[in-house]
């Protein structure tokens, strides 16, 4: 996921991040995750959201430009994979940080004006599919054929996974 939206100027508030999109196998509990989709964090002024991350977070590098962070990983960021908290101020605050395998944390910092929109704006989520090299498999199950892609989708996360049907003699006339 990512978020599209963009304030309208300085003195408005910031944005709260998108949500993960998860599947989680037989159970509901964090570790039951197989596939998780981050979602991207909130925008302020004149700066779009940071899309959801790959592997690792996003966060910007200026007004137009976003970068991979190690702030967000398989291994940082928020253990309970919920975005962090906008930053809280008379200024223009901090956005709210992406859902993730990992969630986005907050951005510290504050939008003193238009051009520096890009400091408040907090980290997005990392993504996870088990068997993805790189993601720590689940006991159960993992997948093969694999797609990571960030900044694909706006609105509401996706996942699309599709089934591939293999003969169990690895013939081609099943």
């Not at 990512?2 to 159970?27: H, M, P």
């Not at 599919?129 to 498999?137: D, F, H, K, N, Q």
Request: proline share 5%; net charge neutral; with cysteine.
């Amino acid at each position: 996921g990512k978020d599209n939206g963009i304030g309208l100027g300085s003195g408005y508030g910031s944005g709260g991040g998108g949500g993960a999109t998860d599947i989680r196998f037989k159970g509901v509990s964090l570790k039951d995750r197989i596939m998780v989709a981050a979602g991207g964090s909130g925008a302020v002024n004149h700066c779009r959201g940071a899309p959801g991350g790959l592997l690792r977070g996003y966060k910007p590098k200026s007004n137009n430009d976003f970068v991979e962070t190690d702030e967000v990983s398989q291994t940082a960021g928020n253990e309970n994979g919920i975005g962090g908290d906008g930053k809280a101020t008379l200024q223009t605050p901090g956005s709210g940080g992406g859902g993730g395998y990992r969630g986005g944390p907050s951005s510290d910092k504050i939008s003193y004006s238009d051009s520096t929109s890009y400091q408040a704006v907090a980290c997005s989520g990392s993504s996870y599919i088990s068997g993805y090299p790189g993601c720590t498999p689940h006991p159960s199950i993992t997948f093969t054929n694999w797609e990571m892609k960030s900044n694909v989708q706006s609105g509401n996360g996706l996942v699309l996974v599709s089934a591939v049907y293999v003969c169990p003699n690895q013939c081609s006339s099943c």
